[in-house]
């Protein structure tokens, strides 16, 4: 068994880089996702150590001797952080020649010929869905007989081995709460609306939209929701209330709990039981009693990709979503007291200056209770990218992030360039939360909770800071 280390590399300053993370940047509101892809083959591998460096506030310098004590490093990496990534592999190779480093992630699952090529550094990459490839390296076996692996050979030649079949039996991977507990600070993982602290872990892996922008179900993933037993997840989550007691919401990260009504009913009745605080991503198409079902066994709120206001765009980007099935749904998350926190893109194929209006004018009309407004990236492996390559709209640069780590608007359309796309993000925040109705909520919310009241006081200084070093990114 070689001693072995997952490593979320140190990066930007407040970069949510990890696997959990939607969109790998620096966020308007600090946040911070657990690292779950990195936590999954670590569970698996015995004696191993988790790193999350941008969490924890870890330079280089405070990880560096982790190179004498390890003979594997696995570094999660994504196509905005590669760079820095392949820098600290190269860091860490060169305070130990014999270190053997791979890298994981939707990066190098799409791109592992280029990958190995950038670095003689990196000594493999795992393709696809990785956690039992890792434990088979970790387990010393010959890396010719390895599935789902990419390799450079003794004789320097970039090798690619057959791809590893997708894993469908979910109750054999193991919890990753306890590598959590035994290696994160789980005060450090925050959301702008999640409870705080909270804990993240997927009960199952896949979706079946076919959303062109979407990363992992196009790398990763796949598109066959493949779920773990309702008892399997019941488990984790005791297990979570009995060792990490001061948890006080579980949010669940499968891409979309909801897509299957039955089970996600079931789930939701046996977390009732355990009179847990619960959360989890969901389509804006759930029925209402279904929602209700979730409602009354505990669920808080549902994070919601509502993407844009405008039905061609939705249809554009295949979505299968339809506006007024999203506004009902909406709707009835209201009168049920479900809060939402909905996620725009702005600069999707279809974007105008008018679709752009309609959108924010459907944010403010539907109200979920926070918002997160993205800018449409194009990653390697997405339809999204080919689309791109396909009609020439990437704008001429070749990276999603400033050097800041700060998303950029990298698609450009003849009739609507990238810097008016980018500058419609600043115009889209104030205008949803600089509402009489939104303040008074706000303030409405801190006078309730003297937490909340310094949580709020803390985010709004985030927020006017984000846009400041936004309107600094295009000077």
Known sequence: MMRSLFLQAPSFDGYDGGAGA?????REVRSFWYPTWLAQPAALVEGSKLIDAPAHDLSFDDIKHEAYARDLVI???STPSFRQDVKTAEMLKALNPDLKIGLIG??????????????????????????FTIKDVADGQNWASIKGISYRNAQGVIVHNDDRPVLEDMDALPFVS??????????????????????????????????????????????????????????????????????KEIFFDDDTLTDNAPRVEALARELGKLGVTWSCNAKANVPYDTLKVMKDNGLRLLLVGYESGNQKILHNIKKGLRVDV???????????????????????????????????????????????????????????????????????T??????????????????????????????????????????????????????????????????????????????
């Open 22 to 26: 939607r969109y790998q940047m620096k």
């Open 75 to 77: 570094l999660h990496t």
């Open 106 to 131: 939707a990066k190098v699952a799409v791109q592992a010929q280029e990958s190995l090529a950038a670095s003689e550094a990196i000594d493999f990459v795992a393709r696809n869905e990785f956690d």
């Open 178 to 247: 306890p590598i959590y507990k035994r290696d994160l600070v789980i005060e450090k993982y925050f959301g702008g609306y999640l409870k705080h602290p909270y804990v993240s872990f997927y009960t199952g892996r896949g979706c079946k939209s076919r959303c062109t922008f979407c990363l992992w179900p196009q790398t990763v993933g796949g598109h066959n929701y493949r779920t773990r037993s309702i008892g399997h997840v019941i488990e984790e989550v005791k297990y979570v209330m009995r060792e990490m007691p001061q948890v």
């Open 326 to 396: 999203a506004r009902q749904f909406t709707k009835d998350c209201h009168a049920l007291g479900i809060v939402i926190h909905g996620t725009f893109i702005l600069g999707l194929p279809g974007e105008t200056k008018e679709t752009i209006e309609e959108t924010i004018r459907y944010a403010q009309e539907i109200n979920p209770h926070t918002i997160q407004v993205s800018l449409a990236a194009p990653y390697p492996g997405t339809f999204l990218y080919r689309q791109a390559t396909e009609n020439g709209w990437f704008d001429g």
């Open 398 to 475: 070749d990276h999603l992030l400033t050097d800041h780590g700060n998303q950029i608007a990298q698609l450009s359309y003849p009739h609507l360039n990238s810097t008016e796309i980018f500058a419609s993000v600043e115009d889209f925040y104030k205008r949803f939360y600089f509402r009489p109705r939104k303040i008074g909520a706000i303030v409405g919310e801190m006078i309730r909770d003297q937490d909340m009241m310094k949580r709020r006081l803390r985010e709004g200084v985030e927020f006017f800071r984000f846009l400041r070093q936004r309107k600094e990114a295009v000077a």
